[in-house]
Every structure is written in structure tokens, then in C-alpha cells.
């Protein structure tokens, strides 16, 4: 049995490749994103703030992100 050296997921519309074991929460580090300017939706389903570090990424993920960007 092999282990994957990274999985593919679709990130705002485009192929990515990424190490396994990313949570969202790593993944939006990893994207220099606030968690808490975002909204998240993992395969078209909206996820809480507060579930990103139990949520992992997966091969064949589709992620949405929303990101927040205030001014005047």
C-alpha cells in the first residue's frame, strides 16, 4: 500500500495540489486567510467557523471561499 505524496483538490474554481492532512483551518493559514473573514464552503456545503480544524481536506475536495474586505 502506498501513501500519497499530496491530493487534488478544487480550490476557487482551479486545480491545486496540496500535502496531505490539511484541515480548512491549515489551509487558510497556509493561504494567509483570517478564518474569521472567510466563509468556507467545502463540497457545497457551508461550514461553521468553529468546525475548520475538524474538517479535513480530502482528494477531490471542491472549496469556495468568501473573503471579507472591509473599507470606506
Known amino acids: 500500500m502506498t501513501q500519497e505524496t499530496t491530493i ?4 476557487i474554481g ?3 495540489s496540496l500535502d496531505p492532512g490539511h484541515t480548512v483551518a491549515s489551509l487558510l493559514e497556509a493561504l494567509d486567510l483570517q478564518p474569521g473573514m472567510v ?6 456545503k457551508i461550514l461553521e467557523r468553529g468546525s475548520f480544524d475538524a474538517s479535513e481536506v480530502a482528494h477531490g475536495d471542491t472549496i469556495e471561499l468568501v473573503h471579507f474586505v472591509g473599507g470606506g
Request: glycine share 0%; no cysteine.
Open 8 to 11: 487534488e483538490i478544487q480550490l
Open 14 to 16: 482551479k486545480l491545486h
Open 39 to 44: 466563509v468556507v464552503e467545502l463540497n457545497r
